[in-house]
């Protein structure tokens, strides 16, 4: 039986969205993953480069894919120029995510792939979360579901895992607790194992200070809160190792010792991703009901309209989708 194909929401119109997944189509359409767009096919049609066939139904998407981008036809409330962003499409942006979800939920999705959004324009438009990650949290627990969400990025075989996210530097160590390590971990190794097919993850943790805090002479973190969470990850059959300190966490042999990554703060996590593949990161939100995959980048508005948008993201977000719904059905 063919697989569902992917669910591909509009992000923001004003943005470089449009350009990359024309891109990406021109890429995929001949071999695949097939996936379909929820946006406007008609602007999508003016902005993509690319044939664009509106389908009724998901299932549409499979016969018509290798000559024409799929579109689930959703109008927006305005045609935005490149760059300039405009609130009164933040409903078509967000319904477009909501619709995503359901249909993956449902299985008529078998994942779904979000472009890049513009927070400022959903808030104006009412958006009330800090993005993507928490807002599809959100959408699982709605309709009946438990939901840890856990942001994973993944670039040139590293996988990583920031465990406090979007907060000042400054505060990231009253943020970080035994309990919010060990939880995370928790869903890393499960998810590892049902999406990548990895039996048994091994999980490694880098410390919060300097040399892992150095035997406490450059902080106790290391001491009261993450060796402590590792331990208790330990006594439940995890495979975990660590802290160890962060400047020789990435290298390449250090690389080979573990499945993923558990960082302490935002750049712990990124910087490597970003160092090792700029333009192929992806991000992947684990811990949901159902499989999000996103490129690893904004809407860069700037770029908006130029033609020169790399779409490398976006073509491995799509592909690691499909890799992740392969493993879940197996």
């Known amino acids: 039986m063919t697989a569902a194909p992917l669910a591909l929401t509009c992000g923001e119109p004003a943005g470089i969205a449009a350009e990359i997944t024309g891109k990406a189509w021109l890429e995929l359409h001949r071999t695949g993953p097939c996936f379909f767009l929820i946006g406007d096919a008609d602007y999508w049609r003016q902005r993509s480069g690319v044939p664009v066939t509106v389908i009724r139904t998901p299932g549409e998407a499979d016969s018509v894919f290798g000559t024409g981008l799929p579109v689930l036809h959703r109008p927006l409330a305005s045609h935005p120029c490149p760059g300039r962003i405009d609130a009164t499409n933040a409903t078509a942006v967000i319904s477009a995510i909501d619709e995503a979800a359901s249909l993956t939920l449902g299985g008529q999705a078998s994942a779904m792939v979000t472009n890049p959004i513009h927070k400022g324009t959903l808030y104006a438009g009412g958006f009330r979360h800090q993005g993507h990650t928490d807002y599809l949290a959100h959408l699982a627990r709605l309709d009946g579901h438990e939901a840890c969400e856990v942001m994973m990025l993944v670039a040139a075989g590293l996988r990583a895992v920031p465990v406090t996210i979007h907060i000042a530097l400054s505060e990231v160590p009253a943020a970080l607790t035994r309990e919010g390590i060990v939880n995370q971990a928790r869903v890393v190794s499960r998810d590892l194992t049902r ?122 977000s799509l592909r690691l989708a499909a890799e992740m719904a392969r493993n879940a059905a197996a």
Do not use: W
């Not at 993850?201 to 402590?228: K, S, V």
């Open 195 to 316: 999406y990548f097919g990895i039996a048994r993850p091994r999980l490694a943790f880098t410390g919060l200070n300097p040399h892992a805090g150095e035997n406490g002479a450059m902080g106790t973190e290391e001491y009261d809160i993450i060796g402590p969470a590792i331990a208790q990850l330990a006594a439940e059959g995890l495979d975990v190792t660590g802290p160890v300190a962060a400047d020789t966490a990435f290298h390449a042999e250090a690389r080979l010792g573990y499945d993923a990554i558990l960082c302490m703060y935002h750049d712990q996590a990124l910087i490597p991703v970003k160092t090792l593949d700029f333009h192929g990161g992806v991000n992947v939100t684990l811990g949901l009901p159902f499989i999000r995959a996103s490129p690893d980048h904004g809407t860069a508005l700037e770029l908006a309209g130029r033609g020169t948008a790399n779409p490398r993201s976006l073509i491995a």
